[in-house]
């Protein structure tokens, strides 16, 4: 349908679907109103108006092109209505699409430009839709942004054909498999929720409310520290039963942030690589010896 006659369809529709939401009835009924006024152009004048902008990038021509194809982004936003989003929010997005589409119009395949521009405008609506709908990123491979789209409209079509619209039926409608169909319906038909949301209408207890703090409590903090502390003694008890040169290869090897390699401790003492080796397997003894008797007394 051509956008003369069916912009007063629209904006019948426009009225009753802003009757109930106030909220948009005032700024978006002024944005029709103020559109409206634009008048439309002929096929031979947005030919030439292409041309101009094309060949001259003049602004004027690239104004009028988009001012006079403003209702038919509204018609395309009307399509997406039912999400949940401000219409206004909506056509807006469109609207950047059509700037895209007049930018890269090439009038010279003889097409109208609502031909070309409606895939930009559904393209830039349809990723606004995808980012607010959720605040993990959705829509990213085909199969989601297909299913996202037509998931409703194709159950709706087999439920009215007397069909059923079951996993199995709808995911060979889509062209998906039935797992990967069951996992995006998942996502799509479960929203994000806020924890500041209340849990009732009649209190003022939130989700957030109910969350179970899993920190740990001062007792098992009291107690992680006493036994931090303890296991540093023990561990200097154990370094002091070392000659220095022993003490030296287990704080340079195991105690630093970066640890040496035996081939550089044996290069820092003048030592081969094996006597290093040797000498840490020593001091490795003497300190689980002197640890053992600690636990054993501990006992």
């Known amino acids: 349908m051509h956008i003369a006659t069916s912009w007063h369809r629209l904006r019948t529709l426009g009225t009753r679907v802003l009757m109930m939401d106030d909220r948009q009835a005032g700024p978006l009924m002024a944005y029709l109103r103020r559109i409206d006024r634009f008048s439309l152009l002929t096929p031979d004048q947005e030919r030439e108006l292409g041309e101009k902008w094309q060949a001259t990038r003049d602004t004027e021509a690239q104004r009028r092109l988009v001012q006079a194809n403003?209702?038919?982004?509204?018609?395309?936003?009307?399509?997406?209505?039912?999400y949940g989003l401000r219409l206004l929010d909506l056509i807006q997005e469109g609207n950047?699409?059509?700037?895209?589409?007049?930018?890269?119009?090439?009038?010279?395949?003889?097409?109208?430009?609502?031909?070309?521009?409606?895939?930009?405008?559904?393209?830039?609506?349809?990723?606004?839709?995808?980012?607010?709908?959720?605040?993990?990123?959705?829509?990213?491979?085909?199969?989601?942004?297909?299913?996202?789209?037509?998931?409703?409209?194709?159950?709706?079509?087999?439920?009215?054909?007397?069909?059923?619209?079951?996993?199995?039926?709808?995911?060979?409608?889509?062209?998906?498999?039935?797992?990967?169909?069951?996992?995006?319906?998942?996502?799509?038909?479960?929203?994000?929720?806020?924890?500041?949301?209340?849990?009732?209408?009649?209190?003022?207890?939130?989700?957030?409310?109910?969350?179970?703090?899993?920190?740990?409590?001062?007792?098992?903090?009291?107690i992680a520290l006493e036994l931090m502390d303890l296991s540093r003694r023990r561990l200097r008890l154990a370094l002091n039963e070392l000659d220095p040169r022993e003490r030296a290869i287990i704080?340079?090897?195991?105690?630093?942030?970066?640890?040496?390699?035996?081939?550089?401790?044996?290069?820092?003492?003048?030592?081969?690589?094996?006597?290093?080796?040797?000498?840490?397997?020593r001091a490795k003894a003497k300190m689980r010896a002197v640890l053992e008797d600690v636990w054993e007394g501990a006992g």
């Open 96 to 222: 950047l699409g059509l700037l895209v589409a007049v930018d890269r119009f090439d009038p010279g395949r003889q097409n109208r430009l609502t031909t070309y521009a409606v895939w930009w405008i559904r393209a830039y609506i349809q990723e606004y839709i995808r980012r607010q709908w959720s605040l993990v990123r959705f829509g990213t491979t085909r199969a989601e942004q297909r299913c996202f789209y037509r998931l409703r409209r194709e159950r709706q079509r087999l439920e009215r054909d007397g069909g059923r619209a079951d996993p199995e039926t709808l995911a060979a409608a889509l062209g998906v498999p039935v797992d990967e169909l069951r996992t995006i319906e998942l996502r799509i038909t479960r929203r994000d929720q806020s924890l500041d949301d209340p849990l009732h209408a009649d209190t003022d207890e939130t989700r957030a409310d109910r969350l179970a703090d899993e920190r740990p409590g001062p007792e098992h903090e009291a």
């Open 251 to 281: 704080e340079r090897r195991y105690l630093r942030n970066k640890g040496m390699t035996l081939k550089e401790l044996g290069r820092a003492f003048g030592i081969s690589r094996e006597r290093v080796r040797q000498l840490e397997a």
């Open 70 to 82: 403003l209702r038919f982004v509204v018609k395309i936003a009307f399509e997406y209505r039912t």
